[in-house]
């Protein structure tokens, strides 16, 4: 079972940045591929990044491309999102997730285990 615990969101303005941090317990890290997601209220999560479990690949959403970046430190069982250039339609509860299957990274559906989430809200 695995355990993952989202930080770093906050209130920022316009053109700011944050970096979310996602640590995680109770498994082999570098098994797992690890995907950041995004939702609003009464609205599906949607996809942002992911990455493989060596770190070797990544995928970003185009809405976030040239701004946010995803990486990974498996010496320390965590996983970031460092975003620059926010934008007020970032805003939302941001979760991460992880999945040890060959899947497609991008479908919320195909991971198994989730963070609690936390907020990031863009102000203008």
């Known amino acids: 079972q695995v355990q993952l615990v989202e930080s770093g969101g906050g209130l920022v303005q316009t053109g700011g940045s944050l970096r979310l941090s996602c640590a995680a317990s109770?498994?082999?890290?570098?098994?797992?591929?690890m995907g950041w997601f995004r939702q609003l209220p009464g609205k599906e999560r949607d996809f942002v990044a992911a990455?493989?479990?060596?770190?070797?690949?990544?995928w970003l959403a185009d809405s976030v491309k040239g701004r946010f970046t995803i990486s990974r430190d498996n010496a320390e069982n965590t996983v970031y999102l460092q975003m620059q250039s926010l934008k007020s339609e970032d805003t939302a509860v941001y979760y991460c997730?992880?999945?040890?299957?060959?899947?497609?990274?991008?479908?919320?559906?195909?991971?198994?285990?989730w963070g609690q989430g936390t907020q990031v809200t863009v102000s203008s």
């Open positions: 997730a992880a999945t040890a299957k060959p899947a497609n990274l991008r479908a919320y559906r195909m991971y198994d285990y």
């Open positions: 990455i493989l479990g060596s770190g070797a690949s990544t």
């Open positions: 109770g498994g082999a890290f570098s098994n797992y591929h």
